[in-house]
């Protein structure tokens, strides 16, 4: 059997509450009641699990509706009760304070019965949609998470495992050869599952509104970009020699500063250049990163002749945690990197495109604008 929905009426006039409590009875919803928001927040407190719903009159003795809607919305617990007003017939003010609070709708007095209950019943009816929508939010990050775990912890833990045992069994017999690649497959294990928890981590700062107090205070001007191309390229290099993918780069001369975070560039390029070099399955594959500028703004591409992205997936492989059939393809990441990459860019004011074709290749490139000098000019 399902749970009555439990409504919390507030309202100092004991006639009217009394006639709301039996309205709402007769229509099988199970009703609180308190005679203005002190009462109120004391009957909250005093459940074990919220309301489903409030309707409170404004007008009341020691504390009033506005005051009461306040504290309420304070509090996390309480946060998402929808909120019906009852207000006199023609107090327009009260409408619109309460709506620039963010009450849910108002019932003005004097009513009948049906009206409030159309409008008890629709404020119920969106609360369940949106719980619903919430739970399978909620499921779906626990489904992609629990994928990430079985495809991407389980691979570089059976590295890191593996070369450790026999290490610790063998290594009197080992010879250097053997010992330097056994050191290898531990190191690529490490740094798979580092990875990880970094890009976890810059995903958190990214969603959580940090990384722009981080670029506000890091951020400078950068124009060295054969040094910044340069860098991605070394941390890639023996991924790279592992899947037989050459890397190149391309960097025009003079190109202007931006306005940038090393740390968070650096990044978003390391993500960039991983995809491509990780999507190029074909022999003697090449990914190329290139530095360029069109009129405002200095582009960083990353140009792979891998997979490429099917036209109907390009407004998704950004959201996070989103891969393209993972299933069929274990070589897939934890689907952070695209959504890090789209947050740097962001946060550096920029844009990014993607031009791709499948079975021939993609160019992800970075624009970002051209750092201006004191006097408002571009430099």
Same mark, same amino acid.
């Given at each position: 059997?399902?749970?009555?929905?439990?409504?919390?009426?507030?309202?100092?006039?004991?006639? %009217?509450?009394?006639?709301?409590?039996?309205?709402?009875?007769?229509?099988?919803?199970? !009703?609180?009641?308190?005679?203005?928001?002190?009462?109120?927040?004391?009957?909250?407190?005093?459940?074990?699990?919220?309301?489903?719903?409030?309707?409170?009159?404004? *007008?009341?003795?020691? *504390?009033?509706?506005?005051?009461?809607?306040?504290?309420? $919305? $304070?509090?996390?617990?309480?946060?998402?009760?929808?909120?019906?007003?009852?207000?006199?017939?023609?107090?327009?003010?009260?409408?619109?304070?309460?709506?620039?609070?963010?009450?849910?709708?108002?019932? !003005? #007095? &004097?009513?009948?019965?049906?009206?409030?209950?159309?409008?008890?019943?629709?404020?119920?009816?969106?609360?369940?949609?949106?719980?619903?929508?919430?739970?399978?939010?909620?499921?779906?990050?626990?489904?992609?998470?629990?994928?990430?775990?079985?495809?991407?912890?389980?691979?570089?833990?059976?590295?890191? /495992?593996?070369?450790?045992?026999?290490?610790?069994?063998?290594?009197?017999?080992? =010879?250097?050869?053997?010992?330097?690649?056994?050191?290898?497959? %531990?190191?690529?294990?490490? @740094?798979?599952?580092?990875?990880?928890?970094? @890009?976890?981590?810059?995903? !958190?700062?990214?969603?959580?509104?940090?990384?722009?107090?981080?670029?506000?205070?890091?951020?400078?001007?950068? =124009?060295?970009?054969?040094?910044?191309?340069?860098? /991605?390229?070394?941390?890639?290099?023996?991924?790279?020699?592992?899947?037989?993918? +050459?890397?190149?780069?391309?960097?025009?001369?003079? %190109?202007?500063?931006?306005?940038?975070?090393?740390?968070?560039?650096?990044?978003?390029?390391?993500?960039?250049?991983? @995809?491509?070099?990780?999507?190029?399955? #074909?022999?003697?594959?090449?990914?190329?990163?290139?530095?360029?500028?069109?009129?405002?703004?200095?582009?960083?591409?990353?140009?792979?002749?891998?997979?490429?992205?099917?036209?109907?997936?390009?407004?998704?492989?950004? +959201?996070?945690?989103?891969?393209? @059939?993972?299933? #069929?393809?274990?070589?897939?990441?934890?689907?952070?990197? %695209?959504?890090?990459?789209?947050? !740097?860019?962001?946060?550096?004011?920029?844009?990014?495109?993607?031009?791709?074709?499948?079975?021939?290749?993609?160019?992800?490139?970075?624009?970002? &604008?051209?750092?201006?000098?004191?006097?408002?000019?571009? $430099?």
């Amino acid at each position: 059997m399902s749970r009555k929905p439990v409504i919390l009426v507030v309202e100092d006039d004991l006639h %009217l509450m009394e006639g709301i409590r039996d309205i709402l009875e007769i229509n099988d919803y199970n !009703v609180l009641t308190a005679t203005n928001g002190v009462a109120g927040l004391e009957v909250l407190q005093a459940q074990d699990r919220p309301p489903d719903l409030i309707v409170s009159d404004i *007008m009341m003795p020691r *504390m009033d509706g506005y005051e009461f809607f306040h504290e309420v $919305r $304070r509090r996390e617990r309480w946060i998402a009760i929808p909120f019906i007003f009852l207000t006199a017939k023609g107090e327009r003010d009260d409408i619109k304070r309460g709506k620039s609070m963010g009450a849910e709708d108002y019932v !003005v #007095k &004097p009513f009948d019965a049906d009206e409030l209950l159309v409008a008890v019943s629709a404020k119920l009816k969106r609360r369940k949609q949106l719980d619903a929508l919430w739970e399978d939010e909620v499921s779906d990050i626990k489904h992609k998470i629990m994928t990430i775990i079985n495809h991407e912890l389980r691979t570089p833990l059976t590295y890191v /495992v593996a070369y450790a045992d026999m290490l610790h069994r063998d290594a009197d017999d080992l =010879s250097v050869d053997d010992m330097r690649a056994f050191l290898r497959g %531990l190191n690529t294990g490490a @740094n798979r599952l580092r990875r990880m928890v970094e @890009n976890f981590i810059l995903l !958190v700062e990214m969603q959580t509104g940090e990384a722009t107090q981080t670029f506000t205070w890091r951020s400078g001007h950068i =124009s060295n970009y054969l040094a910044l191309v340069s860098t /991605v390229v070394a941390q890639h290099q023996d991924f790279a020699d592992e899947r037989g993918v +050459k890397l190149e780069t391309a960097v025009d001369d003079a %190109l202007p500063p931006i306005r940038a975070d090393h740390e968070y560039l650096n990044a978003a390029l390391d993500c960039l250049v991983d @995809n491509a070099i990780k999507f190029s399955d #074909k022999p003697d594959s090449v990914v190329t990163l290139r530095a360029y500028c069109d009129q405002s703004h200095v582009c960083l591409a990353v140009i792979d002749h891998g997979r490429g992205v099917p036209e109907n997936e390009l407004d998704n492989i950004f +959201k996070p945690f989103y891969q393209i @059939n993972r299933e #069929k393809h274990e070589d897939q990441g934890a689907g952070a990197g %695209l959504a890090i990459v789209d947050g !740097v860019t962001r946060l550096h004011g920029g844009s990014i495109s993607l031009e791709s074709t499948v079975g021939v290749g993609s160019t992800f490139t970075l624009h970002l &604008p051209i750092a201006l000098s004191d006097n408002g000019q571009m $430099r």
